[in-house]
């Protein structure tokens, strides 16, 4: 037999259950909305298009004099340079902790080095060490270039 406790019980616990229940308003979809976009596009990426260097000197190998040369590098677009007005093409990408730069057809052959970021915000780079990387050389000579941004 069921006591009057249990019959209270539950008869609380559906009203409460019963009490607790809704319904909700279901609204309908929202028709497709447009994409907004910004036609604006504002490249955060630190390169050197159109930036002005100039060689001042360089050094074959470790050791050894520092030569002077006047040589201006004008940096046209994401892939072509000028050396003295003459047109040819380089690669500048980010690596792990710096960037590589690759001249390429100057008169020390096809270069690459690294770079820091403080070379190319304050426009100033000196002594790194490129290679010459030109296939063929068989040396990979090292060059130690020094130059500024104009």
């Given at each position: 037999?069921?006591?009057?406790?249990?019959?209270?019980?539950?008869?609380?616990?559906a009203?409460?259950?019963?009490?607790?229940?809704?319904?909700?308003?279901?609204?309908?979809?929202?028709?497709p909305?447009?994409?907004?976009?910004?036609?604006?596009?504002?490249?955060?990426?630190?390169?050197?298009v159109?930036?002005?260097?100039v060689?001042?000197?360089?050094?074959?190998?470790?050791?050894?004099?520092i030569?002077?040369?006047?040589?201006?590098l004008?940096?046209?677009?994401?892939?072509?340079?000028?050396?003295n007005?003459?047109?040819?093409?380089?690669?500048f990408?980010?690596?792990?902790?710096?960037?590589?730069?690759?001249?390429?057809?100057?008169?020390?052959?096809?270069?690459?080095?690294?770079?820091?970021?403080?070379?190319?915000?304050?426009?100033?780079?000196?002594g790194?060490?490129f290679?010459?990387i030109?296939?063929?050389?068989?040396?990979?000579?090292?060059?130690?270039?020094?130059?500024?941004?104009?």
């Amino acid at each position: 037999m069921i006591s009057k406790f249990n019959k209270i019980l539950g008869l609380s616990c559906a009203c409460v259950l019963l009490s607790s229940c809704y319904k909700e308003d279901i609204e309908p979809p929202l028709p497709p909305q447009p994409i907004i976009t910004n036609p604006v596009v504002i490249d955060t990426a630190i390169n050197m298009v159109g930036e002005s260097w100039v060689i001042t000197g360089y050094r074959v190998g470790e050791f050894g004099d520092i030569l002077s040369t006047n040589d201006t590098l004008v940096f046209m677009d994401l892939n072509s340079y000028t050396f003295n007005n003459n047109e040819f093409t380089y690669s500048f990408y980010t690596t792990a902790s710096a960037y590589n730069l690759t001249i390429n057809y100057t008169p020390w052959g096809n270069l690459s080095g690294t770079i820091y970021e403080v070379n190319v915000l304050n426009g100033v780079i000196n002594g790194l060490k490129f290679t010459d990387i030109t296939m063929g050389s068989g040396t990979q000579t090292n060059y130690y270039l020094w130059m500024y941004k104009l």
